[in-house]
Nanobody, 124 residues
Framework: QLVESGGGSVQEGGSLKPSCEAS????????MGWFRQAPGKEREGVAS?????????FYADSVKGRLTISRDSANNTLYLQMNSLKPEDTAIYFC???????????????????WGQGTQVTVS
């Protein structure tokens, strides 16, 4: 099970750090990713990480340099540090787990088999 938290509403240029707590699994053998879905748009992959090693990481061009994916393996938690936020970052953000030690990038929905419920991020 994956449970996201830490979304919210910020002004343009602000920061947020959503988190994703994992339970019921040992995610050391998984690839983990963050996806987002804006109103009226398809869900897209924005970042991924080899959970066991804490890297390498992948970022979509639209977020590169502004978003950082990381994990705290001791607490079984995945993070997405979001800086310099833009209105176009407004979306529901989902964390997901792929039952493989390999990340295939860019992240695609059908590659991930465990999903959280999402957390809303609004930038105005």
């Amino acid at each position: 099970q994956l449970v996201e938290s830490g979304g919210g509403s910020v002004q343009e240029g602000g920061s947020l750090k959503p988190s994703c707590e994992a339970s019921g699994y040992t995610y050391s053998s998984y690839c983990m990713g963050w996806f987002r879905q804006a109103p009226g748009k398809e869900r897209e992959g924005v970042a991924s990480i080899y959970y066991n090693r804490g890297g390498p990481t992948f970022y979509a061009d639209s977020v590169k340099g502004r978003l950082t994916i990381s994990r705290d393996s001791a607490n079984n938690t995945l993070y997405l540090q979001m800086n310099s936020l833009k209105p176009e970052d407004t979306a529901i953000y989902f964390c997901a787990a792929r039952d493989s030690v390999f990340c295939v990038n860019p992240p695609q929905l059908d590659q991930y088999n465990i999903w959280g419920q999402g957390t809303q991020v609004t930038v105005s």
